[in-house]
């Protein structure tokens, strides 16, 4: 090899390592704490962050529905089959064939 083809490569080689330098730098400040990508991932850190407080919010009002839904239906119940009413001494047994027919007849219970 020739001293010209030897001081052409080894300036290839000197330009290949200047563009390498400027790449690492231009990573570094990428990655660094004021960089763009950290920028980037703190900003879908926050939309994330967003979202997620959405649905535990909409999930809260769906379980406060569905527990007012659940308590309308028991009132619902009581008033038809008249359950909720039973007396908790000994006429209970006495009356709950009653109240156990009333509510096979008005298809709140299903024979089995």
Same mark, same amino acid.
């Given at each position: 090899?020739?001293?010209a083809q030897? @001081?052409?490569?080894i300036n =290839?080689? $000197? $330009? =290949?390592? /200047? @563009?390498? /330098?400027?790449r *690492?730098? #231009?990573?570094?400040?990428?990655l660094?704490?004021?960089?763009r990508?950290?920028e980037a &991932?703190?900003a879908? +850190?926050?939309?994330? !962050? +967003?979202k997620f407080a959405a649905?535990?919010?909409? &999930?809260? $009002?769906l +379980?406060? =529905? &569905?527990? $007012?839904? =659940?308590?309308k *239906?028991e009132?619902?119940l009581?008033a *038809? #089959?008249?359950?909720?009413?039973?007396?908790?001494?000994?006429?209970?047994?006495? @009356? !709950? !064939? @009653?109240?156990?027919?009333n !509510?096979?007849? &008005?298809g709140?219970?299903?024979e089995v």
């Amino acid at each position: 090899m020739s001293e010209a083809q030897q @001081n052409k490569y080894i300036n =290839q080689l $000197r $330009r =290949q390592l /200047v @563009n390498a /330098v400027e790449r *690492i730098k #231009t990573l570094e400040l990428d990655l660094e704490p004021e960089g763009r990508i950290t920028e980037a &991932f703190d900003a879908m +850190e926050r939309h994330i !962050a +967003e979202k997620f407080a959405a649905i535990d919010k909409r &999930f809260d $009002r769906l +379980e406060h =529905q &569905f527990n $007012r839904l =659940q308590a309308k *239906i028991e009132v619902v119940l009581e008033a *038809i #089959t008249g359950l909720g009413d039973l007396p908790e001494d000994e006429s209970l047994s006495k @009356n !709950a !064939a @009653n109240y156990l027919t009333n !509510a096979l007849r &008005f298809g709140i219970l299903r024979e089995v």
